[in-house]
Each structure stands twice: as structure tokens, then as C-alpha cells.
Nanobody, 119 residues
Framework: QVQLVESGGGLVQPGGSLRLSCAAS????????MAWYRQTPGKQRELVAR???????NYADSMKGRFTISKDNAKNTVYLQMNSLKPEDTAVYYC?????????????WGQGTQVTVSS
């Protein structure tokens, strides 16, 4: 059973920064990729950033240059550093981990952490 636990969300003023953490219950070496998604009411969950097992990263266009995804294999943790936050970044942020099990791609999700950007 894979558990992903997010932390670090909260209320921040526009232009501020937050760092989200996602701690996995076991080694993250098993995952082909880990990612952060976000969701606002009435909208689909959208990809924020992804990091693969080789350390390659990709970002949604609106996050490039502001957000940085990283991981610490020794701590089984993935991070999302968010800078220059805007009110439109307000959302619930979810951690995701994906691994191939045979021919099936298994996805695991955390419970989400609320980020609110407001003055």
C-alpha cells in the first residue's frame, strides 16, 4: 500500500513563496515518475510539474520559471518550490506517483494540501 502525504500548504500573499512536500511511505525509487497536480472547484485536475526517475522535469507553461520540482531519494520525498505566487495559483495541490506494474500504469495520490494566495 503506497501512501503519499502532502504538507506545506497554507495562506500566502501574492508574490510570496511556499514549499510543498510529499512524503512517500516507502522508497520512491520504485516510481517511474512523481508529480504535482492541482485542482480548483469545478475544474479538472491539471498537471503542475513532473519529475521522472532519471531526474528529468517538465512543467505546465504557466508555472515555468516560478515553480521547481525536486526530490530527495534518501528521504523518499518530493518537493514543489513555488515562488512569485499569484491568486490564480490558489488550488488544492496533490502529489502523484506512477509506476508500471507489468503493462498497467498504477497511479497513487495523496490527500491534497490547500494553497491559498490572497492579500
Amino acid at each position: 500500500q503506497v501512501q503519499l502525504v502532502e504538507s506545506g500548504g497554507g495562506l500566502v500573499q501574492p508574490g510570496g513563496s511556499l514549499r510543498l512536500s510529499c512524503a512517500a511511505s516507502g522508497s520512491i525509487f520504485r516510481f517511474n515518475a512523481m508529480a504535482w497536480y492541482r485542482q480548483t472547484p469545478g475544474k479538472q485536475r491539471e498537471l503542475v510539474a513532473r519529475i521522472n526517475d532519471g531526474g528529468l522535469t517538465n512543467y505546465a507553461d504557466s508555472m515555468k520559471g516560478r515553480f521547481t520540482i525536486s526530490k530527495d531519494n534518501a528521504k523518499n520525498t518530493v518537493y514543489l518550490q513555488m515562488n512569485s505566487l499569484k491568486p490564480e495559483d490558489t488550488a488544492v495541490y496533490y502529489c502523484n506517483a506512477a509506476e508500471w506494474i507489468g503493462v498497467r500504469l498504477a497511479n497513487y495520490w495523496g490527500q491534497g494540501t490547500q494553497v491559498t494566495v490572497s492579500s
